[in-house]
Structures are given as C-alpha cells and as structure tokens.
C-alpha cells in the first residue's frame, strides 16, 4: 500500500491554461481507431440498399440472385428482419422511424433503406448491394418547400410552438420605422469528416456494439428500447468520433447492424457512404421565415414577430426552431413568435450546429440591420437600446448576459467608429467594400451525467465519464478540470469516456457536454479527496467513488443561461463576376469559463469559418423529378476551403456563472451564430442591396445589382 496526499504544495491551475489534446499524438500516428477500423474476428459487412423512389411501396426484391453472388451471406429487408419497437418516449424524446428499418414495405422519400446486403467482405456486400433489383409501386411525390404552404401547422419541439403578447398589429401600426421582410435559407449538411459506422456484435448474452456517436448513453437507451432489451445488457463504446454536428444519434446503420448480428450471431459492421450520409444521416431544414420590426423614432421596439417554417418527414416531426432566438435576444410591447412545419417526402431533418439558432440569428440579425437603416441609427446602437433585462418571453432573470462587453471590445478591435455607415462608399479597385455585424446567443443548459474518480496507490487517479469527444477537445478539457479537482499535475490524471459501461452521462450536443461533465468530474474529485483526507493507505485496486449531479442541476433556481457573442465582418464584392470574398472576421464571446484556450478559440473559429460557408457556399439541391439530390457529395455541396478564410480571429470577454460550479457556459455552437449575418450584412453595406436568401451567390449578386433586392 501507498500513502497519497493532496494539496500537499502550492500548484497552478490547469484550466483557463493553454493544453493541446491529450489524445492528439495518437490521432496524427493513427494509434487512434475510429468505429470504422477496430478489427473484429469473423467480422461480415453490411451495406444498405436504398430506394430509388421518393413515394410508394415495395412489390418485390429479387434477392435470389444476389445470395448466389460470391461472399454473401444473407439479405435482410421488410419480410424476414427483426421486428423491433418505436412505441416509446426516449432521451431526446420520441424516436424517429426512419431508424427502425425494414418493418414495412412503404416508401416516404428517396433513400429510404429498403434491404441490408451482408457479406464477408465490404467489396463484395457492395456489389451485391448494388446488383439487387427493388420493384417499386410508385406513386406521385411532393417535395415543394415554400412559405405559402397551407398545410403548414405550429410543432412544440423543445420549446413552445408559439408564443405572444400585445397587439402586433395595432403597434406596427404606431411604429415609427417598419419592417417587413421574408428571409430564407437552404438545406444544409453536416458533412462531418468521419462517416457514420457501426459494428455490432453479441458477447456473451450481451450486446456491444462500436459506433461513432454523439452519446453512449444515449444509443444505449435506444437500442434497448427498440430491442425491448435490459439497458444493463447493451453496452456501447465510441472512444473516438471523427465529427457530429448534431448527426451522431441512432439512425439506420446502427439499428440494421444489430439486426443482422442477431440474425447471423456473429459481428456485423455497416458503414454508410458519404452520399448515403445525404439521406441517412439527417440534415439541416431549409426555411422560410418572416420577420416583423416596428420601431418608434428612437430606435426603440415596438413590436417584434419572427415565424419560422421549416420542412419535415411524414413519418417524424422534427422543428427547427428559428424563431426561438428572438424570444431570447430582443423585446417589445408585441412580441410574436411562432415555429411550423410542413410535411413532405423528404428525409427527417435533425439538429444541426446551433439547430435554429443559426438560421434564425440569420432572419433577426439582417433584420435588425434593416431597422437601424431606416431608423438612421449604427446598428450596434440599436442593439444596446434594446437590449432585455430580462427573458422577453419567460420574464426569467438573466445569468449573466454580457452582450454590450462583447460588442464594445469587437468594435474597439474592429475600428467600427471609422465607419461610414453609407453603403457603396468603399472600393478597392474593381471590388466593393463593406462591414457588418451582427449579435449571436446559444443556450448554456446542463444535463445530469454520472462519473467516476478513482485514487491509485502509485499517486495517480482515473476519471471515468460516458463522455463523447466529437472532436472538440472535450477529453482533454476534462482532464484540465479533474486536475484543478484534484489539485494534482494533469501528468497524474488519465481520463477514459466513451463507453456506456462508465454510467449515465450528458450527450454531445446543445453545448451541453463539457459544462455537465465537468460538474459531474468535479463532484467526483470533491468527494473523493474527502474520502482520501480519511485514510492514510490506498488499496492495490484503488478507492473509488461516483459521483451523479441530478439532484444539483435540479436544484438550480431558473433563469437564462445562454452565452452571447458579437460578429464582426468585412467583405469585398465583384459586381462584375457577383464573386464575394470575406477579408476578415472578427469574433468576441462571452461563453463562461474558458476551460482550454487553445481548443475553444479552435471551437470558435470553425463555428465562425462554417458562418462563412453557410452565407456564401452551402446548399443542398434537389431535383423535383425525382425528390433527390443534385450532387450528393462533397463535389457538388460546396463548403468553404481554405481560400475561402480570410484573417479571423476569436476572443472572449470575463464571463462567469455564479450557480455553475465550475463556471462553464458551453462554446460549441456559439462561433456560427450571427456570423451568416453579420457577412450578409456586409454585402448590403458593400452593394447596398439586400440578400435575405442564402447563399450569397455570384448569380443573386448580379441579379439583385441589375434590379430590385433578393428576397
């Protein structure tokens, strides 16, 4: 046995101290494996086989001649597959169809999984895959998404549907200054860098299954609900994820690998293409949303209204709640809100970095630039004379908001008193200048989560945590907090996540994860230190404790807990090719307690670089013929490359917490908030014209500099 002691000698801090990530040598050797690339003994291959109809039914699969074909091994599709179960309510709420695959012979959209090709080898599921004949009934489809659609109904999602007070009409009608604007934005995808990929395999009366997730937790909740299978009898391990945004929940791929483990009762893995990935692996709705400003002569609001419609499935409701940034950001006498859906055959959507918080802050923000021209006033000013001291729709106190610091260090840096406000003004031989910017806010939330601390006679200690990095630096961040807990070198603390086996934990997901795992880690190490300070001797397995914070975020008093951010943004336009070039951006947050500086200003510039590309780059097309896409790859959906990002930075502001034990707010989606906007901006400031439909390109430039503004 070994005696420990804590605390012994003076140390400093670990967090708020630049680390680069813990796992990072692995991650550039390749030591580090990914879903995809653990090998398994007897491992077959699944590959799925999609519809090639957006609506109908499957008459017949002619799956005799592809069992013939060499290595394969069986063909699961809606006659002999597992039946599993979607009648349940589950972390995230109810589960969506698409999910439980090969129950039925319907088709809602194209890309619909109708039939899983397992084979011994990848090569071989593929070809035979693609050898399988589908007959299809098919029947007439409706893929048109507009704002004028009839059948076009209010959805709850995670907040309410509607919201409203005052007379909106009656204050419009008083308003000095008005505006009235539609503004749209396209589907969008999260084409993260790793593909989707799930193996399953059943060990020993248990189900395991290595998946790329956003969740240990999460998946197992629902694999055993869809299953009906004991939680206790499922485990999952997603040690590393090349990427999530949002997509890394439970879908097809997961679901049709555990039915094909069972069915063969050996180890199956089923990877998903990154074109099937375009119907699988959800996406970002596109919208349609108007907006509605009235202002006295002071600049002050009125009323304020932001509708929202979004597209989802026919067989799953999914809201993008664009309009819930308003509900936070601005108030007025009449303040109208409300968030729809139509329903089409097309696949769900899903969450997508900043899920309505980033199309919206697009509507409010360019909006809000509108006003500030009409009214006369800088459109940071008009911001400061609204600013809420409260919620304004919960009427709740605010924790902490610190937008006007934000946006008085950005203008400082930025030199926005140089300005003119007069669009046009600026040019830099062919090309056109301008500045804008633009607000942005994200909800700062905890979720209960569980952790384990544990005290080795050798004086070190290991944190357990069903944590999931995603990419964002969480582990090592983690590792930073159980230090400072521990009041030890981070040399003396390893962090393990990924692996459901470690107890409940919080997903990746709403800028949630490293504020509730920090809480749950830090609890641990308090605890555990009070345990270490009673004994003298440390056992050969070690002393460990664990820790569970549902009571204490249940027990925080409610308020508004979001970070805030101001975007800064110079562009140059081409009225000659309608080609737009961001020159620079600039970032200043005010998201908590920075835990790693080096990973969070990493967080914050590629949230404000996919800013960049959703204003000017991203759009998913689809063809009405077939209810498919056009260019389904990353050859026909265009994303910001490094040519396309400019000088841009990110900084941050004191922000703290005082109910947060370790004063976390979250950064992951914070950096993409209003930075559409704040380029959007810009552009009107460079052309003054007016683009409410993203992206921002070439061709709109030259239709709206020949005309009238794109609405």
């Not at 801090?13 to 690339?37: F, I, L, P, Q, W």
């Not at 293409?273 to 349609?288: E, I, K, N």
């Not at 008009?382 to 001291?389: A, I, K, T, V, Y």
């Not at 841009?648 to 950096?671: F, H, R, S």
Request: charged share 20%.
């Amino acid at each position: 046995m070994t005696t420990v002691t804590t605390g012994a000698q003076a140390r400093a801090a670990s967090v708020g101290t630049a680390h680069t990530r813990v796992e990072g040598r692995d991650k550039v050797t390749g030591a580090a494996r990914y879903s995809g690339e653990i090998p398994f003994a007897d491992l077959a291959h699944g590959w799925l086989v999609l519809s090639t109809v957006a609506r109908g039914r499957v008459r017949a699969l002619d799956t005799d001649a592809v069992l013939a074909m060499p290595g394969v091994v069986a063909v699961l599709d809606h006659r002999n597959a597992p039946r599993v179960k979607t009648d349940y309510v589950g972390m995230l709420g109810r589960p969506d169809p698409t999910c439980a695959v090969f129950q039925h012979d319907r088709v809602p959209h194209l890309g619909w999984p109708v039939a899983l090709v397992v084979a011994e080898t990848s090569e071989q599921a593929r070809e035979a895959a693609e050898s399988l004949v589908v007959h299809y009934e098919q029947e007439p489809h409706d893929i048109d998404f507009h704002g004028g659609r009839p059948d076009a109904y209010p959805v709850e999602g995670h907040m309410p549907a509607v919201t409203g007070k005052g007379d909106l009409d009656a204050e419009l009608a008083a308003s000095e200054h008005v505006v009235d604007a539609e503004y749209t934005t396209p589907e969008e995808h999260h084409n993260m860098m790793e593909p989707h990929a799930a193996t399953a395999r059943w060990d020993g009366g248990r189900l395991e299954v290595i998946d790329s997730n956003q969740g240990a937790t999460w998946v197992v909740g629902e694999l055993a609900n869809l299953f009906s299978l004991d939680p206790a009898s499922v485990r999952v391990r997603s040690e590393h994820v090349g990427g999530g945004f949002g997509s890394k929940g439970v879908r097809a791929h997961q679901v049709a690998a555990v039915m094909a483990a069972t069915t063969l009762r050996r180890p199956v893995r089923v990877v998903l293409t990154r074109r099937q990935m375009f119907s699988l692996a959800g996406y970002r709705s596109p919208t349609t949303q108007r907006v509605r400003l009235g202002a006295d002569a002071t600049g002050r609001l009125r009323a304020l209204e932001h509708t929202s419609l979004n597209v989802t499935s026919t067989v799953h409701e999914f809201v993008e709640p664009s309009a819930g940034v308003a509900r936070v950001m601005y108030d007025a006498d009449a303040h109208h809100t409300a968030n729809r859906v139509v329903r089409l055959d097309l696949p769900t959507p899903t969450w997508m970095r900043a899920p309505g918080e980033a199309p919206g802050s697009f509507a409010l923000e360019a909006a809000l630039d509108e006003l500030a021209e009409k009214c006369g006033i800088d459109p940071i000013e008009l911001r400061l004379r609204n600013e809420p001291d409260r919620g304004p729709v919960s009427g709740l106190p605010f924790a902490g908001r610190n937008l006007p610091a934000c946006f008085a260090e950005g203008a400082r840096r930025f030199g926005w008193a140089d300005r003119d406000p007069r669009p046009g003004r600026r040019r830099d031989g062919r090309w056109l200048l301008g500045t804008g910017t633009a607000a942005a806010s994200f909800g700062a939330g905890a979720g209960p989560s569980t952790a384990t601390a544990t005290a080795h006679p050798d004086g070190t200690f290991t944190v357990r945590i069903a944590a999931a990095d995603i990419g964002t630096g969480a582990r090592t961040a983690l590792t930073l907090v159980a230090a400072d807990a521990l009041d030890v070198d981070t040399g003396r603390v390893r962090v393990r996540i990924g692996d459901s086996d470690f107890g409940p934990a919080m997903i990746a997901g709403g800028s949630m994860g490293t504020r509730s795992w920090s809480w749950a880690v830090t609890k641990a190490a308090a605890e555990l230190r009070e345990r270490l300070a009673l004994s003298t001797d440390i056992p050969a397995e070690g002393i460990t404790v664990r820790s569970d914070t549902t009571a204490a975020i249940g027990a925080l008093p409610p308020a508004e807990r979001h970070s805030f951010g101001a975007q800064f943004a110079e562009v140059a336009v081409d009225v000659g090719t309608g080609e737009v070039r961001v020159r620079r951006m600039l970032g200043i947050f005010a998201a908590g307690r920075i835990v790693n500086p080096l990973t969070a200003r990493g967080q914050f510039l590629g949230g404000m670089i996919w800013g960049i590309s959703m204003a000017l780059h991203e759009e998913a097309v689809r063809d009405r013929a077939s209810g498919g896409h056009v260019g389904p790859d990353l050859a026909g959906y265009h994303v910001a490359t490094n040519a396309d990002v400019p000088h841009i930075e990110a900084d941050w502001i004191e922000d703290t917490d005082p109910n947060d034990p370790v004063g976390i707010k979250g950064i992951g989606e914070i950096g993409i908030v209003g930075a559409a906007a704040a380029i959007a901006n810009a552009v009107w400031h460079a052309t003054g014209v007016r683009h409410r439909s993203l992206p921002i390109r070439p061709d709109r430039v030259l239709t709206a500099a020949g005309g009238a503004p794109d609405a």
